[in-house]
């Protein structure tokens, strides 16, 4: 697997588990076995870990949504916003842009395949 799907599989596992590790560990540590989920859980590279962070941050203060309530693409633009109020140096925002963007382009493509696996509901 390449850079893109180990960073599919991180963010799946993350979309999947993420929420529940708390309980997840604290299980392992109480019972001493390795919860299912825990055994097969991505890790990240520690060099993505910075832009994984940063990922969620813009993503959680910028995103904007479609009036069904789907998030959109993170743009440039926001991005920018972003790194100007938070008064980066301008070399530093050139170079965390591309990485940002693929996080979240792999992002938006797990949910795209998640709304698409949904069954389709056909009101009478």
């Known amino acids: 697997r390449g850079r893109r799907g180990k960073l599919k599989a ?3 596992w993350q979309r999947t588990w ?3 590790i708390s309980a997840l560990t604290d299980l392992q540590e109480e019972s001493g076995i390795t919860p299912f ?3 097969n859980r991505p890790v990240l590279d520690d060099r993505l870990s910075y832009f994984y962070s940063l990922f969620l941050d813009i993503s959680n203060r910028c995103r904007s949504y479609d009036a069904e309530g789907r998030p959109q693409d ?3 633009a926001a991005y920018l916003a972003y790194t100007q109020v938070s008064g980066w140096p301008v070399e530093d925002v050139r170079w965390a842009w ?3 963007a693929l996080f979240d382009d792999v992002w938006l493509d797990i949910l795209r395949s998640e709304e698409h696996a949904k069954p389709t509901v ?3």
């Open 10 to 12: 991180f963010l799946q």
């Open 18 to 20: 993420g929420p529940q």
């Open 37 to 39: 989920a825990l055994q």
């Open 74 to 76: 993170l743009t440039a």
């Open 98 to 100: 591309p990485t940002v």
């Open 122 to 124: 056909i009101k009478a």
